[in-house]
């Protein structure tokens, strides 16, 4: 029964509380309001999600969060460094192909979104069989560290997550 009315209990709550914060009061009502989309949506959009994303240890979720908007705050530092300081033509941008062992379309969606939310890289393109992910870095001279970088800090955080 509890299944039927929440069919995605961390997206209802994740929601609620998104909800809350783009009002930015918390009152009797704007509470109400995000619990009645923390619940309707989900179920609504039930039909539209045949196979439920597994996730297998929510709480690392934490941890990957942390670590993602630490590298984001850091490249913020790197890009506006490189656009003040570097000449156009120190510039050393690539093209770097992400081999992936990730399986999860969801799991290869928000490593993707990681990819592009940090300054300085961009996720392109995914290959058509999904084991590669095409990524732009505005500059770099190590593009095997940032194959091994994108490796180590989130897919192998996204593959205990959701596989």
């Excluded at 009315?5 to 809350?20: E, K």
């Excluded at 597994?54 to 530092?77: F, Q, S, T």
């Excluded at 500059?139 to 593959?159: A, M, N, S, V």
Aim: charged fraction near 20%; hydrophobic fraction near 50%; proline fraction near 7%.
């Amino acid at each position: 029964m509890i299944r039927r009315i929440f069919p995605h209990p961390y997206l209802s709550l994740t929601l609620a509380l998104v909800w809350l914060a783009l009002v930015n009061k918390v009152t009797p009502g704007n509470v109400f309001l995000g619990l009645v989309f923390g619940v309707a949506l989900p179920f609504l959009t039930q039909p539209y999600w045949p196979n439920r994303p597994k996730v297998g240890r929510p709480l690392r979720m934490i941890e990957y969060a942390l670590v993602v908007l630490w590298d984001i705050v850091l490249a913020n530092v790197e890009v506006a460094l490189v656009i003040l300081f570097k000449r156009n033509d120190a510039i050393q941008s690539h093209w770097i192909a992400v081999p992936l062992d990730l399986r999860s379309p969801e799991a290869i969606t928000v490593l993707a979104g990681t990819i592009t939310m940090t300054p300085g890289t961009v996720t392109s393109v995914l290959a058509a069989d999904g084991r590669a992910l095409l990524v732009h870095c505005l500059d770099t001279g190590d593009p095997d560290g940032i194959r091994q970088q994108i490796k180590e800090r989130y897919e192998y955080r996204l593959k205990e997550i959701f596989e």
